[in-house]
């Protein structure tokens, strides 16, 4: 199974670009705006069949206990060629949702979705897993990193319908956005520009089947240059778009090679004993959807701290690409690259 890693969801758009030279009028397809008006170009709709935007707007369902879960209904967004689809964070493992959540899909032959997790944690150190289920047979099954889309093609020929099921699961307790991608084939057409120019060169950046996300810098809430330490709070601010109220792939005061150190206070201590880690929380602003920042390292360090300590790490900016321009924590990137959660003496700071 192919697949295809992003690095946030908001940044998924294929659009065709309308010169200026365009008679507005002379447009017989349904357009609209972009509702940002930085953004000057217009989009033409994709076309989804009422039987199938109905079942991308429905609400996600409780695997385990087949429960619909009535306040998180699918948020779609129509684009030139594709869709995307939306679900509110969801917190696996805990109160009434279990493991795994079920999407239902009526589609047809050819189509093409692209189902993936997008976390909001900066520092996740958690893996979730997508299952597809056609016919009720599970035909994929993929472990993924935080948006890193799994692509599936709908059997059958053009314009059979077809039902197919989508599972999103974690097998701990933590926050993830069910999110895919939704592209008909009758849509498809030639490859087309990918990114959409706006006037401020707040442009959505593929490459090499990545997506980048720039930083927006918002005079408000920009840290006035590089800190000599931050807090949890501080370094997920500093890779915070405002904007959009996403993560991005930059950050607004360090380059690569540089290190952020963090000194924090400990609020919250845990040992998974199930995956011999510990997970260390951090107080973090609510209104980004979560409780708590987050740092997982391997065993149990539940006798070496406790809640109140303050803690000094230190972690290295890495490129994401090779001009340098998006960049992660080198955490991430090893914890991307093999799945294990690292020791903490890699990034203890003593300076």
């Not at 008679?23 to 076309?47: F, G, H, L």
């Not at 199938?52 to 879960?69: D, M």
């Not at 799994?150 to 020929?157: D, Q």
């Not at 006798?303 to 972690?315: A, E, M, P, Q, R």
Request: charged share 20%; glycine share 6%.
């Amino acid at each position: 199974m192919k697949k295809i890693k992003i690095a946030l969801l908001s940044s998924i758009i294929l659009s065709s670009i309308v010169t200026t030279s365009v008679n507005a009028e002379s447009i017989t397809i349904d357009t609209k705006k972009d509702i940002d008006q930085n953004y000057d170009v217009i989009q033409p709709m994709v076309t989804i069949p009422n039987w199938v935007k109905s079942a991308l707007k429905s609400v996600i369902v409780n695997v385990a206990k087949r429960i619909p879960i009535s306040d998180n209904p699918g948020t779609v967004y129509e684009y030139s060629n594709h869709a995307l689809v939306y679900h509110k964070s969801v917190q696996f493992n805990t109160g009434g949702i279990g493991s795994a959540i079920e999407k239902n899909l009526n589609l047809y032959g050819r189509d093409v979705i692209k189902p993936y997790l997008q976390r909001n944690q900066l520092v996740p150190g958690v893996k979730g897993y997508i299952n597809i289920l056609w016919n009720g047979s599970l035909v994929s099954t993929d472990t993924v990193s935080s948006g890193e889309q799994v692509s599936y093609t709908v059997p059958g020929s053009e314009g059979t319908p077809r039902n197919i099921k989508v599972h999103y699961g974690s097998t701990e307790k933590t926050h993830w956005y069910p999110r895919m991608d939704y592209i008909p084939y009758r849509d498809r057409g030639p490859i087309l520009p990918s990114r959409i120019i706006s006037s401020n060169d707040s442009d959505y950046v593929e490459e090499d089947n990545n997506v980048y996300i720039k930083n927006q810098v918002n005079s408000e809430v920009t840290l006035n240059g590089q800190l000599t330490s931050y807090t949890m709070e501080d370094l997920y601010m500093d890779f915070y778009n405002e904007k959009i109220e996403e993560l991005s792939n930059q950050s607004k005061s360090l380059n690569v090679g540089e290190h952020a150190k963090i000194i924090d206070t400990i609020t919250n201590l845990e040992y998974d004993k199930e995956n011999d880690k510990t997970i260390f929380h951090f107080k973090a602003n609510y209104e980004h959807d979560i409780s708590s920042h987050e740092l997982h390292f391997s065993g149990n360090l539940t006798d070496n701290y406790s809640v109140g300590d303050k803690i000094s790490l230190s972690f290295e900016i890495m490129p994401l690409t090779e001009d340098y321009d998006f960049v992660d924590l080198d955490y991430n990137i090893m914890f991307s690259k093999t799945g294990v959660v690292p020791e903490i003496s890699s990034f203890i700071s003593n300076k």
